[in-house]
């Protein structure tokens, strides 16, 4: 047995335990890098890195939130170095198509014609203000309420207690709430004077 056979060999385990993760690795960079190429960099980026560390993710029970974990620390590194160039909108985050079928799943009591006029109006506002989230807010956010993650798989990608992801998550849900009752509110005409 050559030597290349046996880099040949590690490369093949390699791939086969890396293989069914890139698809949610790359979804879950572009979440948070924004941009198609920052998020194909990011998982390359994790991948190359953890290439030496065969051995090692072969004793991980559940891959799936460790390889998230790793990829989230490594964009964080990548913000922290950046400083804070990493801002964009959500708009940004999430392509348009997504966008609509991410706001057609909110709940609703009324499905009516004023129901949907209304979320079309809300979409933008939602957007824009989600935007000024901060970059740990608005991940918290989307990784719960637009992707669907339970709370104890974001704690442990976010290796954080599960009690500071709860909070986390009622805070950033009550300060958004509050940037939409603001944003929302409607505003006196200047023309026009009370009595």
Same mark, same amino acid.
């Given at each position: /047995? +050559?030597? @290349? +056979? *046996?880099?040949?060999?590690?490369?093949?385990?390699?791939? #086969?335990?890396?293989q069914?993760?890139?698809?949610p /690795?790359?979804? *879950?960079? *572009?979440? @948070?890098?924004?941009?198609?190429?920052?998020?194909?960099?990011?998982?390359?980026?994790?991948?190359?890195?953890?290439?030496?560390?065969?051995?090692? @993710?072969?004793?991980?029970?559940?891959?799936?939130? $460790? @390889? !998230?974990?790793?990829?989230?620390?490594?964009? #964080?590194?990548?913000?922290?170095?950046?400083?804070?160039?990493?801002?964009?909108? /959500? +708009?940004d985050?999430?392509?348009?198509? +997504?966008? %609509?079928? $991410?706001?057609?799943?909110?709940?609703?009591?009324?499905?009516?014609p /004023?129901?949907?006029l209304?979320?079309?109006?809300?979409?933008?506002?939602?957007?824009?203000? #989600? %935007?000024?989230?901060?970059?740990?807010?608005?991940?918290?956010?989307?990784?719960?309420?637009?992707?669907?993650?339970?709370?104890?798989? #974001? %704690?442990?990608?976010?290796?954080?207690?599960?009690g500071?992801?709860?909070?986390?998550?009622?805070?950033?849900?009550? %300060?958004?709430?509050?940037?939409?009752?603001?944003?929302?509110?409607?505003?006196?005409?200047?023309?026009?004077?009370? !009595?």
């Amino acid at each position: /047995m +050559s030597i @290349l +056979s *046996f880099k040949s060999g590690k490369k093949r385990r390699f791939e #086969i335990l890396i293989q069914p993760h890139l698809e949610p /690795m790359y979804r *879950f960079a *572009f979440r @948070l890098a924004g941009q198609q190429h920052d998020a194909e960099d990011l998982v390359q980026d994790v991948v190359v890195k953890l290439y030496p560390r065969l051995e090692e @993710l072969e004793t991980v029970d559940q891959l799936r939130p $460790w @390889l !998230n974990r790793v990829l989230y620390r490594h964009f #964080i590194d990548q913000l922290r170095r950046k400083g804070r160039q990493g801002d964009r909108p /959500m +708009s940004d985050l999430v392509e348009a198509d +997504s966008q %609509a079928d $991410w706001l057609d799943s909110l709940d609703a009591e009324d499905t009516g014609p /004023m129901a949907l006029l209304e979320l079309e109006r809300l979409g933008p506002e939602l957007d824009r203000v #989600i %935007a000024t989230l901060e970059p740990d807010q608005r991940t918290l956010l989307l990784l719960h309420d637009v992707d669907g993650w339970r709370q104890d798989e #974001i %704690a442990e990608i976010l290796d954080i207690p599960l009690g500071t992801v709860k909070s986390r998550l009622h805070r950033v849900r009550a %300060a958004l709430r509050k940037k939409l009752q603001k944003e929302l509110e409607p505003t006196a005409s200047p023309g026009r004077v009370e !009595n």
